[in-house]
């Protein structure tokens, strides 16, 4: 199986400030058919994870353009311009290029 | 609004059978095209995708539980369901449902529920 590695485990951010999450992947995550099957996850406290963006860049619908993602082949970044007290929770990256698809450890994103 | 919900017993025996359900509302699971899955968290683990059923009733499961792991659709209620067989406390993890797009495009979750392997 792919084997997904996210850094850092734990991320304190001040509110206001950027941060950032590494995804890097055993292999590459270019499909046959062009596509980079990578996707990003928001768990907040107490609920299930939220799809936030897909494809390595496609914010889905109603995610703040404050979220953005980037990358290709093996490694892949998550950032978020501006924290703000709602983006505390997990973050997980997954991999749908190789079956079967593959999470991170995920990321603790904390407000300092 | 499509939605999903898991139900099903929370504390199961070891060597028993861990049954649960998935109640889709907004949307019917035979839509074309989506894949109706399940992905568990084991505590202080990673997220796991254990299974899926396609929309044609084609079924998928990881290698590790496919001996013991069966996941089968009730179109006329629109549910799903995950059938793990001879349990023990390595089995003991939050499960989700969850809807796939195809490629692991997981766009839909389950609010989760906790299962624990315990005599």
């Known amino acids: 199986d792919v084997v997904m590695t996210q850094s850092p485990l734990s991320l304190p951010v001040t509110l206001g400030q950027p941060a950032s999450i590494s995804c890097r992947s055993s292999?590459?995550?270019?499909?046959?058919?062009?596509?980079?099957?990578l996707n990003w996850f928001q768990q907040r406290p107490g609920q299930s994870p939220r799809r936030l963006i897909y494809?390595?860049?496609n914010r889905d619908s109603g995610v703040p353009d404050r979220f953005s993602g980037s990358g290709s082949g093996t490694d892949f970044t998550l950032e978020i311009s501006r924290v703000e007290a709602e983006d505390v929770g997990v973050y997980y990256c997954?991999?749908?290029?190789?079956?079967?698809?593959?999470f991170g450890q995920g990321t603790k994103l904390e407000i300092k | 609004q499509l939605q999903l919900q898991e139900s099903g017993p929370g504390l199961v025996k070891p060597s028993e059978t861990l049954s649960l359900t998935c109640t889709v509302s907004g949307g019917s699971i035979s839509s074309s095209g989506y894949y109706w899955g399940w992905v568990r968290q084991p505590p202080g683990k990673r997220l796991e995708w254990i299974g899926s059923?396609?929309?044609?009733?084609?079924?998928y499961y990881i290698p590790s539980l496919k001996s013991r792991l069966t996941i089968s659709a009730d179109t006329s209620k629109n549910q799903y369901s995950l059938k793990l067989s001879s349990v023990t406390a390595a089995d003991t993890a939050v499960y989700y449902c969850a809807r796939d797009q195809g490629n692991f495009e997981i766009d839909y979750w389950g609010q989760g529920t906790p299962v624990i392997v315990s005599s």
């Open positions: 997954m991999q749908g290029t190789h079956w079967p698809g593959t």
């Open positions: 059923i396609y929309y044609s009733g084609s079924t």
């Open positions: 494809k390595v860049s």
């Open positions: 292999q590459s995550l270019v499909n046959s058919n062009g596509n980079t099957y």
